[in-house]
């Protein structure tokens, strides 16, 4: 299993980012993917996912209504597309799945909000 996120990167506040992540080395469409988050000093926290047959979405009250997770089965990418960015958003963010009872992790993508 391999997961590489791409799309971080310095944005204002009120600004938008993409991430992407693209996975390899299983069944992309058969899985629910998440992506998470961590602040410096902070735990990293959930905020979203998409199941894999009918994609509904979760999020946490922190994001909801400002990201959107999707999915591209044909191209096996998961994206979070990040809308009206606050400070508050800086954090490496990570793309997870986890497959046969086992969590695997992408490298992390930096996104940093400031003016």
């Known amino acids: 299993v391999q997961l590489v996120e791409s799309g971080g990167g310095l944005v204002q506040p009120g600004g938008s980012l993409r991430l992407s992540c693209a996975a390899s080395?299983?069944?992309?469409?058969?899985?629910?993917m998440n992506w998470h988050r961590q602040a410096p000093g902070k735990e990293r926290e959930l905020v979203a996912v998409?199941?894999?047959?009918?994609?509904?979405?979760y999020y946490p009250d922190s994001v909801k209504g400002r990201f959107t997770i999707s999915r591209d089965n044909a191209k096996n990418t998961v994206y979070l597309q990040m809308n009206s960015l606050k400070p508050e958003d800086t954090a490496v963010y990570y793309c997870?799945?986890?497959?046969?009872?086992?969590?695997?992790w992408g490298q992390g993508t930096q996104v940093t909000v400031s003016s």
């Open positions: 997870k799945v986890n497959v046969n009872r086992n969590d695997y």
């Open positions: 080395g299983f069944t992309f469409s058969r899985y629910a």
């Open positions: 998409i199941t894999s047959i009918s994609s509904s979405t």
